[in-house]
């Protein structure tokens, strides 16, 4: 079973900056993806965004110019610069890692608010 923890969610003025991390632990297979989702209150969970072993990446269109998502794979870490930050992006942000057996695991979650 991977686990997956993320760090560093918190409040932020408009404008502002946060990073969150996240580390997943292997079991038996390599993790591939990883990823950054988010869900505000009353709306459905959304990528934010999403980085291969290879380092292809992917964003959301509401973030993109403004995050930046990167990883270190010896330690099967990955990172979300989130800069600009905007109230509406205030949501829980879960951090998703995929193993090559095709699994598919989840973090519980980190809080981050906009918010002056």
């Known amino acids: 079973q991977v686990q997956v923890l993320e760090s560093g969610g918190g409040l932020v003025q408009p404008g502002g900056s946060l990073r969150l991390s996240c580390a997943a632990s292997?079991?038996?297979?390599?993790?591939?993806?990883m990823g950054w989702y988010r869900q505000a209150p009353g709306k459905q969970r959304e990528l934010v965004a999403s980085?291969?072993?290879?380092?292809?990446?992917n964003y959301g269109d509401s973030v993109k110019g403004r995050f930046l998502i990167s990883r270190d794979n010896a330690k099967n870490t990955v990172y979300l610069q989130m800069n600009s930050l905007k109230p509406e992006d205030t949501a829980v942000y879960y951090c998703?890692?995929?193993?090559?057996?095709?699994?598919?695991?989840w973090g519980q979650g980190t809080q981050v608010t906009v918010s002056s």
């Open positions: 998703n890692a995929m193993d090559y057996s095709g699994g598919d695991f």
């Open positions: 292997e079991s038996g297979f390599a993790i591939s993806t």
């Open positions: 980085i291969t072993r290879g380092g292809s990446k």
